[in-house]
């Protein structure tokens, strides 16, 4: 990696202070993604600013919503009973992200910042229909992910936690690996609450993570497995790989679903 | 201290250290002063070096020196050699272009090493690699053997015109041909044998290092150091070998990508002697993908002459070898003389023909990876057994079984030129289907079938050779170095035993079972032997560990220098006990006088060997230290059966091995836990090959799988409980009676797993599938073929 300054803030002003005073300052969260992009040095960033010290881990289950704390380490998430209890696919999907340490180093919010298109956090996002908190406001899950790799968030924007609206009646996701990292290939994530039905794909759109609205329309007459069987996703949107063709994966995206609706019950 | 000697489960000692953290590796290594050397790589796959601007890059801060092609073509360095000769039908040899240090001229793979740059720090080294300026002009380039035999075809090397290596043969065309001019049918299969990439948990790495005297020292993530010394010091550097050590301490897994000499080795050493400082280059991953020499890469076409019956008359071969942009160091060997003698397995085939093309393309060059050979001809022979079966109806086992070499028919020569000493492939087979229990399955495959999966059973009764040998014959074929090993035993005064082994430990734990064939021959207990490889000051000289050889070549030489211990051993205590040496026996650690109570412990007589008051001195020298040196008389022979047992989900195409049983006949067993885990570790790495690895280049040479986020190495949860049985028939020609179990395990496993699969996809069809049998391969098969099953 390229030499750098490293900053440990203990507030989430003095963060964004940090991060405002130069372009190329950037936030670290569990560094599963950004350390490995600094040791191939295909970034260059001036200060790091390490977003540890700002109190911003912990889980919060108030009436109406889970708030989970944007530097709360997906294991964490995973272990939580109360994730556990009022959406047990989320917990699920926390669960099932790469490995033990993978999971006891990476956060919510830097996997929601990075948006990879592979990941699997912003499939619950979207269909639980959360809410982003950032520094300075609230984004609408439906307005957060713009494509790969780009969100709504503005140079300097800092996640502080991801709230998601309560009571969810249904929730769960299906993975398909993709051999060789263990990311979604394919990923989806299928739930009924506050926000409605809804079914959230990963890992196979061009564009990043996109909601399946003929399945939605279908569940939300029909919740089953059969409701979704026939109703196929155009390959045309969809990425094309050594790990999987378009058309494999919106195959799977079928397969994936009825799974998910099986496991949400 | 209980049983230690041959046959014991010892825990293996060299373990402690490695799980507390304590091994040396090469990284581990500081040398005074050093300096760190970084590679700036090819990124291209084929381009002509126009200009290369290495001005900024010297002048950045920290930087030692930069080095390119030009300083070795100015100091006469010629480049990398290859330690095998392969000559074509024609009796020409073979095209044999020079492999730079650093590029010359052209670049030839994306990851070919163009400029080196030494500094003090690695993060210096690295800065200022990205103010290297090179002009390329891009080549066309190609990656499968198929583009670059085609006319027009980019030419990697103006040496090798139509990127043609060799193009050689071996047995007897007119008779194949006869025999297949009166055969009653004719099965053909073609298939591909998929380019792997070793990827050993230590990446390589290598210290330089040069006194005032011109004393060189290179510390090598190596399997073979001596071989490392001859190479890089007669024919790259030109140091005399005394005024060169080479030190391979721990290694972390080689599966034969560390046999090679590397073009970074030479560079460190060669950079140290003209800074007089240490130079030190360990490899990120990344360059390992693109520097490692990679695995297998055969195109082929087989098909098997049969009379009516289903017996194999004739079989006939036409193999295609990717070799990559250069010839590794034993690459020529590989398809040829590890693999076509291989042709005939453990069948009775009367007449065999094959030839083999090897080919250069824009790749990383292909060498030896576990098995090296036998792989490719394992899984070319049984997927052909297995097509025959299914394009003649005839049972799978009951077609192996009416062709099987008889247990009574050995020494069994083949008409491949090998000639089996022993083994008895009926008693493997059915031990394995015992203990798979194949006879449930039918049962299992209904269950499966309830839950919606298909499920599938298939076999491999494979043979192979290790050991490599005879040196003679193995010069004869082309090899420019023996194939013999050395074992220096040195009985310490107090009786402790020193083994200085030429063969190398890359995680095999040598340090475990050479100390057990010690504790079995000369009663000394385990912990009392000390096993010392991998460095060679101390080690008299040797040829490493690849092929399986180790207890097998290195084992022997053990054995013979203990003969002559025990023989020099007799005179002494004759000498103490006052009685001819005829009359001594040795037995249980103790010399004693045949027929009387009268006896020395091992101990008692080394310590008079170097306390010689009371000694034969006017006959025999003082002192207990002998060296053998070991040359065996032919390879040797492991074979077995192997079963896997496959489940696909219907809606994924997502295949899981959910049963694998390996019956294995090695030879005797040293260490049957070690031996269960180097089948574990074998069939794993053959698991990854059926389902998993593929090492992905496009069209034009670009690696598309060059970190594991693309290249998928098979995991724990990918591989199930396997079963390890041996069933032992004992090599006729070597003291210990072992044939080898390094590479049984990645040799008969993956087409046990493809014939699992074409066999759980019966209903679809399907004759043959390549590998890796990925779950969107086998989705398209499951789209594409309406299944019998449904319509019934
Ligand atoms: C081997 C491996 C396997 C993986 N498998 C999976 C998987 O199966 N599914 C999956 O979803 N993910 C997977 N990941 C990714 C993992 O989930 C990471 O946690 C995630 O990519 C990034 O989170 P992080 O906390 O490590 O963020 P970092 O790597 O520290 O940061 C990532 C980016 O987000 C920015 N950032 C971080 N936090 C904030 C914040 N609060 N506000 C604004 N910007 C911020 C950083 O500046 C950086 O640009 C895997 C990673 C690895 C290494």
């Known amino acids: 990696m390229y030499d750098f300054t490293y900053h440990r803030p203990t507030s989430v002003a003095d963060a964004v202070a940090l991060l405002g005073s130069d372009a190329d300052a950037k936030a670290l969260a569990g560094g599963q993604t950004f350390i490995p992009v600094l040791k191939q040095r295909l970034n260059k960033p001036s200060k790091v600013v390490d ?19 944007a530097t709360t380490r997906h294991a964490a998430v995973a272990a939580s009973a109360d994730v556990r209890r009022a959406i047990p696919g989320l917990a699920a999907l926390a669960g099932g992200i790469g490995d033990n340490q993978v ?17 699997c956090y912003p499939a619950a996002v979207l269909a639980l229909g959360a809410t982003i908190v950032t520094n300075k406001r609230s984004i609408a899950a439906d307005d957060y992910f713009q494509g790969m790799f780009t969100t709504a968030l503005e140079p300097g924007e800092i996640i502080t936690s991801v709230s998601f609206p309560l009571p969810v009646e249904k929730s769960a996701y299906a993975k398909f690996n993709q051999p060789a990292s263990r990311f979604a290939l394919v990923g989806v994530f299928v739930a ?56 494999y994966r919106a195959h799977l995206i079928t397969v994936m679903a009825k799974r998910a609706i099986a496991a949400a019950g | 201290m209980g049983f230690e000697g041959i046959g014991a489960a010892v825990k293996r000692k060299e373990d402690g250290r490695f799980l507390a953290g304590r091994g040396n590796y090469v990284d581990d290594i500081n040398r005074p002063g050093q300096v760190y050397a970084y590679f700036k790589r090819s990124d291209r796959p084929h381009a002509r070096i126009l200009r290369v601007d290495t001005a900024a890059a010297a002048s950045a801060p920290g930087v030692v020196a930069v080095y390119t092609g030009a300083d ?38 994306v990851g070919d090493p163009v400029v080196a740059v030494l500094a003090e720090t690695r993060q210096q080294a690295k800065d200022a690699a990205e103010l290297i300026e090179i002009d390329y002009e891009d080549l066309p380039g190609t990656a499968s053997v198929l583009d670059a035999l085609k006319p027009g075809a980019a030419v990697v090397h103006d040496e090798a015109p139509g990127n043609v290596c060799y193009d050689w043969q071996i047995g007897d065309k007119a008779a194949v041909d006869a025999a297949f001019a009166g055969a009653a049918r004719v099965v053909k299969l073609d298939l591909t044998n998929n380019r792997l990439v070793p990827n050993a948990m230590e990446p390589r790495a290598a210290i330089g290092e040069c ?22 010091g007669a024919f790259v550097l030109h140091i005399p070998e005394h005024q060169l050590r080479v030190v391979a301490p721990d290694v972390g897994g080689g599966f034969g990508s560390k046999i090679y000499h590397y073009a970074e080795e030479a560079l460190v050493t060669w950079a140290a002697g003209k800074l007089k400082r240490p130079v030190k280059w360990t490899a990120e991953r990344s360059e390992s993908f693109m ?26 071969v036409s193999t295609l070898a990717n070799m990559g942009a250069y010839l590794s160091t034993f690459a020529p060997a590989v398809p040829t003389y590890l693999y076509a003698t291989l042709l005939a397995g453990v069948y009775k085939t009367p007449v065999i023909y094959a030839e083999v093309k090897a080919v250069f393309t824009n790749t990383v060059p292909v060498d030896a990876y576990r098995g090296a050979g036998r792989p490719e001809a394992t899984f070319l022979l049984e997927r052909l057994v297995d097509a025959i079966a299914h394009d003649t109806g005839i049972d799978r086992i009951e077609l192996r079984r009416r062709n099987f070499i008889p247990a009574n028919a050995f020494p069994y020569q083949t008409p491949v030129a090998l000639q089996y000493d022993s083994g008895d492939y009926e008693t493997t087979l059915a031990a394995a289907l015992k203990a798979a229990d194949h006879t449930g399955f039918p049962a299992r495959r209904q269950a499966a079938a309830a839950q ?127 009685a001819s040496v005829d009359d001594i026996e040795f037995k249980d650690g103790k010399f004693s006088v045949a027929g009387t109570d009268k006896s020395k412990t091992f101990g008692e007589i080394a310590l008079t060997a170097y306390v010689p008051h009371n000694y034969p001195i006017e006959e025999l020298e003082p002192g207990l230290d002998e060296t053998a040196f070991y040359d065996p008389k032919n390879f040797t022979f492991p074979g ?25 006949d090695i030879g005797r067993v040293i260490n049957p836990m070690i031996v269960e885990g180097q089948v574990h570790g074998g069939v794993a790495q053959g698991i990854g090959q059926a389902l998993l690895e593929q090492a992905g280049y496009d069209d034009g040479g670009q690696i598309v799988s060059g970190s594991f986020m693309d290249y998928t190495m098979p995991r724990a949860d990918n591989v199930p409980n396997i079963h390890v049985g041996t069933e032992s028939t004992l090599c006729t020609h070597n003291p210990l009676g072992v044939k080898g179990v390094g590479e049984v395990g990645a040799i008969g496993s993956p087409p046990a797993v493809i014939n699992a699969i074409v066999n759980a996809l019966e209903a679809y069809g399907v004759r043959h599938l390549d590998m890796p049998a990925t779950s969107q391969k086998i989705w398209s098969i499951l789209q594409a073929g309406a299944p019998r099953m449904a319509a019934e």
Not at chain 1, 103 to 119: F, Q
Not at chain 2, 213 to 229: D, K
Not at chain 2, 294 to 315: K, N, Q, W, Y
Request: proline letters at 4%; charged letters at 15%; a neutral charge.
């Open chain 2, 211 to 232: 006194d005032i005297a011109g004393n060189y020292t290179l510390y090598t993530t190596s399997q073979n150091p001596h071989v490392i010394r001859l190479l890089m």
């Open chain 2, 452 to 578: 919606g999966k298909l499920r599938g059973i298939g076999i491999s009764t494979y043979l192979e050779a290790c050991g490599i040998a005879p040196s003679a014959v193995a010069g004869a074929l082309g090899a420019r170095a023996g194939l013999y090993e050395v074992a220096n035993v040195r009985v310490n005064p107090t009786g402790s035993v020193t083994v200085f082994t030429g063969t190398h430990s890359h995680g095999q734990g040598h340090e475990t079972t050479f100390a057990q064939v010690v504790a079995e021959q000369l009663g000394v207990p385990v912990s009392q032997v000390d096993v010392v490889h991998g460095d060679t000051a101390r080690i008299p000289f040797g040829m490493g560990t690849y092929g399986s050889r180790s207890i097998a070549v290195g084992g022997s030489a053990l054995v013979k220098a203990m003969d002559k211990i025990i023989a020099k051993g007799k005179r002494i205590a004759a000498h103490l006990l006052e």
């Open chain 2, 640 to 664: 077995g059966c192997h079963v896997a047992e496959v489940e696909i989900d219907r809606e994924t195409g997502v295949v899981r091995v959910v049963n694998f049983t390996a019956v294995d």
């Open chain 2, 291 to 316: 520097s490692d020499a990679h695995g297998r890469d055969h195109v082929s076409t087989a098909e098997m002459a049969l009379d009516a019956e289903g017996h194999f008359l004739a079989l006939k």
């Open chain 2, 72 to 109: 070795f073509a100015a100091d006469g360095i010629g480049g990398l050699p290859c330690g095998w000769q392969i000559h074509s039908k024609d009796g020409s040899p073979m095209a044999e272009p020079p492999h730079p240090v650093l590029a010359q001229g052209k670049v030839r793979h």
């Open chain 1, 103 to 119: 999971r006891h180093r990476g956060t919510i919010g830097g996997s929601l910042a990075n948006n990879d298109p592979a990941a």
């Open chain 1, 51 to 69: 977003l540890a010290g700002l109190g911003l881990a912990g889980i919060s289950l108030s009436g109406n919503a889970l708030v989970i704390g």
């Open chain 1, 192 to 247: 009924k609450g506050p926000a409605g039905v809804r079914v959230a794909v990963t890992g196979a759109g061009q564009n990043g993570v996109f909601r399946q609205k003929a399945m939605e329309a279908a569940l939300a007459a029909s919740w089953s497995p059969d409701a979704v069987a026939g109703i196929k996703t155009s390959a045309a949107d969809l990425n094309s790989d050594i790990h999987g063709s378009a058309e």
